[in-house]
């Protein structure tokens, strides 16, 4: 009997325990909550993402049973609406150990794409590892498969982000299943070339290397080029059975993604606020500018200007694609342009207004106004002149650190020799002690002082070394003007002395350029009046650009290409645009490379030169006859008058 009476209480308190449970977060879904769950799935399941976080919330509050599936639910519509801030609330309001195995792994994914829509890849990651991808839905799989892909391209892991879309690639169809060898391909043309060519000369001939010498074939030619069909033809016969070949029957390598001449609506993404909001005014003048002058033409685009301080760059291109934009101008920003790349497909084709270095993307154009043009310009012309040992002279400054590395590697690609690289500080106001570094002046003085010691009254002048006839100067105007008089007081009047478009403000001043005597640079037409021809002047915008500083001048140059080009994205491959900033053509990875002429300060004006066109590295001595013969540089009698 005492047993039977221990029993009894021992179920009693089982069933109170169960009922209080029950009462307080286990209790079964009422037929109206059902409903409710119901409706809110069908609202999910054709995208009313906002309708159905409200009918989520409404039962995620409701002690039952699921109600941290239903909290989760929200998160993911909330997430789906854009509003990644309460859903991450949400996200974290649950403990994983609450949830089965299957709602656990949604758990940990919808954190990773919280994640990495907040740029948190690393975070995103560490995530994603806690998935088990077997317990996953198809369409799970295929959100876990894109989130890692996206992952580890912002990481830099860019051969494990093409491994994840191969995968991915085996659950698409149709379109998708396109625009996922389309990212293959973007991926991998960001691999270093070395990468590419030491993963090649693997010789696997598997589905990977496939794609990395796809890749490889369109950095290294012209879409519809000779070398490109033959390359293409030749991957072909040795990748008979690859994916890849889907993609080359839909047309992708021989047809342009986006008629440009069906676009009316264009939007231009600058900021208009923050440390860049004066050099974008100066771009607008002159992107307003073009766009006034073509007033009369019957299918001239609308502009709609968006401000890249307002909001997040992918959120601002989605907004302006809803917007009907069918090209986009700009960001003007690196680090923009980056972030967009990385966030987005572009469905509608962008032209950047500047450059980031090893960044390809389908229908991204790169418009800048970029010192690789400047610096292979500037030793195509020493070439052309008949130089061969240079020395460079640079600021030590990160940015002066790059620059000499591209005149370094532009140097040995012309066969030339680079003999010594010299920093000074950048704020130096005295450059007698690194010219005479660099000419190793010093060396010779000590060597007088020490011969002085042992022969009396010696006279000796100190000499410059011999074996360099060319200078390479990274300076502004005002720094090069204290840099060059040195050279000719370090008996250094015969070598000649090169730098870029920023030692020219622009504007004639020859009593301050008088000190960059001999000086040689290469600069945009727009700045020459006898070099630019068009309605757009400087003469004619001389309102506009006396608003700016003179380092400006350029821009509102730049502006009005960016405009202009429009219409010639596609042909630009073929067909060089003459430009205000130079003669423009598209080169293998889509950035918009840019000719420019050559001009040398004599008499402190600066005085347009002959040309050099890309030189070949098969020459020897005489240069100049050479270049003649083969008609490998434009006069300016002869060309300018196209500019």
């Given amino acids: ?113 919280i994640d990495l829509s907040a740029g948190n890849a690393e975070l995103a990651i560490n995530q994603l590892q806690l998935i088990q991808p077997f317990a996953l839905t198809r369409n799970k799989q295929l959100e876990y498969r894109r989130a890692r892909a996206f992952a580890f391209a912002l990481t830099g892991q860019l051969e494990a982000s093409a491994r994840e879309r191969i995968i991915l690639g085996d659950y698409l169809l149709g379109d998708e299943k396109t625009q996922n060898s389309i990212s293959i391909l973007e991926v991998l043309s960001l691999l270093p070339v ?188 020493a070439r052309f002149e008949g130089h061969e040992n240079a020395i460079i002279l640079t600021p030590n400054t990160v940015e002066g650190e790059r620059l000499a590395t591209y005149f370094k590697n532009a140097w040995n690609d012309l066969e030339g020799n680079i003999l010594d690289i010299q920093t000074f500080a950048r704020n130096a106001k005295d450059f007698s002690l690194p010219v005479k570094q660099l000419l190793n002046i010093n060396e010779s003085q000590y060597r007088i002082q020490m011969l002085s010691k042992l022969v009396t009254n010696i006279e000796s002048n100190p000499y410059r070394r011999q074996d360099i006839d060319v200078i390479f100067m990274i300076a502004p105007s005002k720094v090069a003007r204290l840099i060059n008089p040195q050279f000719y007081h370090n008996r250094a009047a015969s070598v000649a002395v090169y730098g870029l478009s920023r030692v020219y403000s622009g504007q004639a001043a020859p009593r301050k350029d ?48 960016a405009y202009n080009v429009v219409p010639h994205l596609n042909k630009l491959d073929s067909i060089q645009y003459q430009g205000a900033t130079g003669g423009l053509s598209l080169n293998a990875v889509n950035r918009i490379e840019r000719r420019l002429i050559c001009a040398k300060f004599k008499q402190g004006e600066a005085s347009l030169i002959d040309t050099a066109e890309n030189i070949p590295v098969d020459f020897k001595d005489s240069i100049p006859e050479l270049l003649l013969e083969r008609g490998l540089f434009v006069k300016p009698e002869e060309g300018l008058s196209a500019y």
């Fill in 1 to 113: 009997m005492k047993q039977y009476i221990e029993l009894s209480l021992i179920l009693c308190v089982v069933l109170m325990t169960s009922c209080s449970s029950l009462s307080k977060g286990n209790r079964a879904l009422d037929l109206g909550s059902q409903s409710i769950s119901q409706q809110a799935d069908q609202l999910y399941a054709i995208g009313e993402y906002k309708k159905a976080a409200s009918l989520y919330q409404s039962l995620a509050k409701r002690p039952s049973r699921r109600q941290n599936i239903f909290r989760l639910k929200t998160a993911f519509a909330l997430f789906k609406s854009g509003f990644d801030g309460q859903a991450k609330v949400y996200v974290e309001s649950i403990r994983p150990a609450d949830l089965s195995l299957e709602w656990r792994n949604q758990l940990y994914l919808l954190h990773a794409q």
């Fill in 194 to 381: 070395h990468v590419q060519e030491r993963q090649l000369n693997l010789q696997r001939y598997d589905i990977y290397s496939g794609w990395v010498e796809l890749a490889s074939i369109m950095r290294k030619f012209n879409k519809g080029s000779l070398g490109f069909n033959l390359a293409l033809d030749d991957w072909m016969q040795k990748y008979t059975q690859h994916p890849g070949r889907s993609l080359i029957a839909s047309g992708y390598f021989s047809s342009a993604i986006v008629n440009i001449q069906d676009i009316n609506e264009i939007a231009v993404f600058l900021p208009e606020s923050g440390p860049y909001v004066t050099h974008a005014q100066a771009v607008k003048e002159g992107i307003m500018a073009a766009y006034y002058q073509h007033q009369l033409d019957a299918q001239r685009p609308n502009l709609h200007f968006y401000d890249t301080q307002s909001k997040d760059i992918v959120a601002l291109y989605h907004e302006a694609i809803a917007d009907g934009a069918q090209l986009v101008i700009g960001p003007l920003n690196k680090q923009l342009i980056g972030q967009l790349a990385a966030g987005v497909t572009f469905s509608v084709p962008v032209l950047a207004l500047n450059y980031v270095e090893d960044l390809f993307k389908v229908n991204l154009y790169q418009f800048a106004l970029s010192p690789l043009d400047e610096v292979q310009q500037v030793t195509n012309q």
């Fill in 514 to 561: 008088i000190d960059l005597e001999g000086v040689e640079f290469c600069s945009i037409p727009w700045l020459f009046d006898q070099a630019y021809q068009g309605d757009l002047d400087k003469r004619t915008l001389q309102k506009t650009w006396e608003q700016f500083p003179r380092s400006f001048l350029s821009l509102i140059a730049f502006g009005i290409d």
